[in-house]
């Protein structure tokens, strides 16, 4: 059987694709993508960083997509938007190294992040 679609671009190693509306984002080797679902996974956008090198979780829901990275930058995205223009971008254990691994967890409206040397706590739907 051959795939219905695909986009040979994008080939995430360790991150999961997620699909908000008619788009999917996922990250692979220093790059972040935005793939349109009508039109045959056909490239709307691609930010090129070092911080989508490694490892990154996705999250997507309510046309917004949270992005964890390994290197310890947190970005909030809007799933529309034709180009990458991150919405909110935090290092939440500030410069230092980071090196997580593990995924956020959202429970009701608090989303948890461990770091290198502990867990931290946001109070999400703010400003």
């Given at each position: 059987?051959?795939?219905?679609?695909?986009?040979?671009?994008?080939?995430?190693?360790?991150?999961?694709?997620?699909?908000?509306?008619?788009?999917?984002?996922?990250?692979?080797?220093?790059?972040?993508?935005?793939?349109?679902?009508?039109?045959?996974?056909?490239?709307?956008?691609?930010?090129?960083?070092?911080?989508?090198?490694?490892?990154?979780?996705?999250?997507?829901?309510?046309?917004?997509?949270?992005?964890?990275?390994?290197?310890?930058?947190?970005?909030?995205?809007?799933?529309?938007?034709?180009?990458?223009?991150?919405?909110?971008?935090?290092?939440?254990?500030?410069?230092?190294?980071?090196?997580?691994?593990?995924?956020?967890?959202?429970?009701?409206?608090?989303?948890?992040?461990?770091?290198?040397?502990?867990?931290?706590?946001?109070?999400?739907g703010g400003n």
């Amino acid at each position: 059987d051959k795939p219905v679609m695909a986009n040979p671009a994008l080939a995430p190693d360790t991150c999961s694709p997620v699909i908000v509306g008619d788009r999917v984002f996922a990250t692979a080797y220093g790059e972040m993508y935005c793939l349109d679902l009508k039109d045959n996974l056909k490239t709307i956008w691609v930010a090129e960083d070092d911080m989508f090198y490694d490892h990154s979780n996705v999250i997507g829901g309510n046309d917004r997509v949270l992005v964890w990275t390994q290197s310890g930058d947190l970005l909030l995205l809007d799933a529309v938007a034709n180009d990458f223009k991150p919405l909110r971008r935090l290092r939440p254990f500030g410069n230092g190294k980071v090196d997580s691994m593990s995924h956020p967890a959202i429970v009701g409206n608090r989303l948890y992040l461990r770091g290198p040397n502990e867990l931290v706590c946001f109070v999400l739907g703010g400003n």
